[in-house]
């Protein structure tokens, strides 16, 4: 079958089942298929190129998974987030595009400086870990991540840029395991999710997992609270926290993180303009 015609078929059966990109996905799927990029795709259905008909078969049963909602990233074991390619799958939160500028408050913080050294706890895939890890000039990145079933992809993702993993919990975090009072930024993308507010997007719900969601306690702030905590404890005098949040969340983590003992504590917009984090600096001790 023609790339064309398999493409066109699977975006049909895509948006019939209400994927938010149909194209896009069809198009990944398919180059996930070949072995090769969605600008390989492209150009393929231009040339006329045929697909093998195992390639069709496998093809086929993608597309129709993916119809039932399951998350593309699961499909293709891959998500991309800046300029870097994780590895992704079941038991781990898939990174998202507005993390991306969470990220960047960190990196216009640190700079030019040279060999900073950074936490990122609530790691998951280790998307922000490894970003840092890679954006920076020689820096020491510690990742920090509690679930059996994440801390997986947490090392495939991190150890091989030198990135140390530890599997712990990011709340409440063994003495001696982290240098206290010696971090020059904490990161960090908790579960922060009411327990009532139930994600709209299907693959979220049914795919995410709940302990990468939910942040506990009514306001759904309880594990952030005392990620923000340990953060305090880290952090050199002067040192960075930036903290990802829910959007109605934005006047509450302001508050928690005065609270908590943070100075300068200020409000950051994502790209799309919606309040997506807090950020706060480290007193004097």
């Known amino acids: 079958m023609l790339f064309s015609a398999a493409r066109n078929q699977a975006e049909a059966d895509l948006a019939a089942a209400a994927v938010p990109s149909p194209k ?8 996930h298929v070949i072995g090769a990029s969605r600008s390989d795709v492209q150009l393929g259905v231009l040339l006329g190129r045929e697909l093998q008909p195992a390639q069709h078969q496998a093809y086929q049963e993608l597309v129709a998974r993916r119809a039932r909602r399951i ?36 990196l216009d ?29 020689a820096p020491r990145v510690w990742a920090v991540e509690l679930s059996d079933q994440a801390i997986g992809y947490t090392r495939q993702n991190c150890e091989p840029l030198g990135i140390s993993v530890l599997h712990a919990d990011a709340g409440n975090l063994p003495a001696g395991l982290l240098p206290e009072g010696g971090i020059d930024a904490v990161v960090s993308n908790p579960p922060y999710i009411p327990p009532s507010a139930v994600p709209r997007e299907q693959e979220v719900r049914e795919h ?47 508050s928690m993180l005065r609270a ?17 984090a807090t950020s706060g600096v480290a007193p004097e001790k």
Request: aromatic residues 6%.
């Open 109 to 137: 913080f640190i700079g030019e400086q040279q060999g900073a050294r950074l936490v990122d706890l609530c790691s998951g895939s280790g998307a922000i870990a490894a970003a840092l890890a890679t954006e920076l000039s």
């Open 24 to 31: 896009v996905d069809a198009e990944l799927l398919l180059a």
């Open 71 to 106: 998350p593309l990233q699961h499909l293709t074991g891959t998500a991309y987030f800046r300029h870097l390619q994780l590895k992704v799958g079941p038991g781990v939160f898939i990174p998202r595009p507005e993390t991306e500028s969470v990220v960047q408050l960190a």
């Open 260 to 276: 908590t003992g943070f100075t300068e504590v200020t409000g950051h917009r994502d790209l799309n303009g919606r309040p997506r």
């Open 208 to 254: 995410d997992p709940q302990m990468a969601l939910y942040g506990l306690g009514e306001d759904g702030l309880q594990v952030p609270r005392a990620v923000s905590a340990q953060a305090l404890t880290l952090l050199r005098p002067g040192g960075l926290f930036v903290m990802e949040h829910a959007e109605v969340q934005a006047a509450t983590a302001a």
